[in-house]
């Protein structure tokens, strides 16, 4: 049980060109999902949770306007990175959370990204 | 600022051996320690703990939380290759959203 899924794995996209990440909790209902960003040998760094059907609570630093996060299901949250440059290539990771297990998070297995 | 540290960052060992993994925190409305291992991708869970000097153990690694001292430890006793990860220990504060901060991580090589 509580398996987190996130697509695409890796993915390559030019400067200033959008992209989306899906994360999905496969077998349980997620009220909330956390974004994660994690550069080489470093930990995590939460960037935003977001709720179900409400706005995404944004870490100081993190632009809200350039990681837009929209959790419109209980099992589905995206990430779109917008107007990309390289110094956002890094790993995204989501958790995800499910009531009934209080602060236990389940991790998506990241996504790659790379700005030329 | 909410804070979790780690101690050894990096430890080698050989197949065999025991080693302690350490983790101090100062985080509001403290709720929960929690341990994870990641290797090539994302961490998995390895445990949960709220309550002060009750171990937790699964096979070869167990943890313990002193809510005192605000620190835990994780064990692993006779470890094999296939423990070497980065360990990571989050704090779990008491917030609606049930934030989670994390520590830098100690990297564990498991030589054979």
């Known amino acids: 049980g509580a398996v987190v899924s996130q697509h695409p794995s890796r993915v390559i996209c030019k400067s200033g060109t959008s992209v989306k990440i899906e994360c999905r909790s496969l077998d349980f209902q997620a009220t909330t999902m956390f974004w994660y960003r994690q550069f080489p040998k470093q930990s995590l760094m939460l960037m935003a949770t977001s709720n179900e059907g409400s706005k995404a609570t944004y870490e100081q630093g993190v632009e809200k306007d350039k990681f837009l996060i929209n959790h419109a299901s209980l099992t589905l949250s995206t990430l779109t990175v917008t107007s990309a440059h390289p110094e956002d290539s890094s790993f995204y990771i989501c958790?995800?959370?499910?009531?009934?297990?209080?602060?236990?998070?389940?991790f998506g297995p990241g996504t790659r990204l790379t700005v030329t | 600022e909410d804070k979790v540290v780690q101690s050894p960052l990096s430890l080698v060992v050989h197949e065999g051996d025991t080693v302690t993994l350490n983790c101090s925190y100062e985080v509001t409305n403290f709720r929960s320690l929690l341990w994870y291992k990641q290797e090539k991708k994302a961490p998995t869970f390895l445990f949960m703990l709220t309550s002060s000097g009750i171990e937790k153990k699964s096979g070869r690694l167990s943890s313990i939380l002193d809510k005192k001292e605000l620190f835990s430890i994780l064990n692993i006793t006779a470890t094999q290759t296939g423990d070497s990860a980065v360990y990571l220990c989050a704090g779990g504060g008491g917030t609606s959203y049930g934030k989670l901060t994390f520590g830098q991580g100690t990297i564990l090589t498991v030589h054979p």
């Open positions: 958790s995800a959370r499910e009531r009934a297990l209080r602060l236990e998070q389940y």
